[in-house]
């Protein structure tokens, strides 16, 4: 075989030895372990555990109840009641241990998350209530005239 045809041949057998020489390395020890018929071995035994140790970050409305009683009775009796506290608020996870206070945001921003009105075709008929932004009170924060955790509520 010609010279300059042997001598990429070499480079590529080169650079499979050497992968297969790094993989030795590399490749966790139990990678695998259940054989070729679990997942075709791509399976790497200590990445469950890894996922179970991961810190859960939204508590749930239920784990407010303990501290926050009036406001969780107010948001389930209201039109917001199918809106996670945690929506609004943010995730929970180590509070009130270390994270004090929750955020407590007040910008247009966060109610425009579920009641922009979109202009599409479909959006008019679209179950969730919108407003337009430009046009509804713009110069003020919502939370001026509704309240976030009853929004039928009227505010002075
Ligand atoms: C073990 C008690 C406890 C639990 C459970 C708890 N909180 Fe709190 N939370 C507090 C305390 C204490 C503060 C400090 C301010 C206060 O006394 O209102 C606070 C403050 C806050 C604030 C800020 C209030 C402000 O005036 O700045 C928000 C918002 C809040 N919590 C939301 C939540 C939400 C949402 C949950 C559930 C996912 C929750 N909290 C669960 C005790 C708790
Ligand atoms: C739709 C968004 C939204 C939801 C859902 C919501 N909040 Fe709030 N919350 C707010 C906003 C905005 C404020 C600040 C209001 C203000 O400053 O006028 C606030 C204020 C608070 C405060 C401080 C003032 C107060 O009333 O004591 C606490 C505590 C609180 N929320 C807890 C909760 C808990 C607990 C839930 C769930 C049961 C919840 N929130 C659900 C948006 C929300
Ligand atoms: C995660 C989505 C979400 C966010 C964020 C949110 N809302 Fe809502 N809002 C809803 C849902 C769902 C309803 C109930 C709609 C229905 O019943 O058809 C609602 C209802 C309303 C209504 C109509 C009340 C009624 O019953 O007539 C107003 C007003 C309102 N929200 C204002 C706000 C304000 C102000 C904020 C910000 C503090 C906010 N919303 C944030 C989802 C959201
Ligand atoms: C200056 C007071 C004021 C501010 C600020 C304000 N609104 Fe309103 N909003 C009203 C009034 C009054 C109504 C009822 C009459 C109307 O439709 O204009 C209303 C109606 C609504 C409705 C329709 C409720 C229904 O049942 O059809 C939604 C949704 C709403 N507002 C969301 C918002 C959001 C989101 C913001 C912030 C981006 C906001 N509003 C800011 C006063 C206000």
């Known amino acids: 075989m010609k010279w300059h045809v042997l001598r990429p041949l070499w480079v590529a057998i080169g650079l499979v030895g050497l992968i297969l020489v790094a993989r030795q390395f590399l490749v966790p020890d139990d990678?695998?372990?259940?054989?070729?018929?679990?997942?075709?071995?791509?399976?790497?035994?200590?990445?469950?555990?890894?996922?179970?140790?991961?810190?859960?970050?939204?508590?749930?409305r239920e784990?407010?109840?303990?501290?926050?009683?009036?406001?969780?009775?107010?948001?389930?009796?209201?039109?917001?009641?199918?809106v996670e506290c945690e929506n609004c608020h943010g995730p929970s996870v180590n509070h009130p241990d270390d994270v004090e206070l929750l955020p407590l945001n007040t910008t247009r921003e966060l109610c425009l998350r579920c009641h922009a009105f979109l202009d599409y075709p479909n959006s008019a008929r679209a179950s969730l209530v919108s407003i337009e932004d430009r046009r509804h009170k713009r110069r003020y924060e919502c939370v001026k005239c509704h309240n976030p955790h009853d929004p039928k509520e009227e505010v002075e």
């Open 31 to 60: 990678f695998g372990v259940h054989g070729r018929n679990f997942t075709y071995g791509y399976y790497r035994l200590s990445n469950v555990q890894e996922w179970k140790d991961f810190p859960v970050k939204f508590q749930g």
């Open 63 to 82: 784990s407010c109840a303990e501290c926050h009683e009036e406001n969780l009775a107010k948001v389930n009796a209201s039109s917001h009641a199918p």
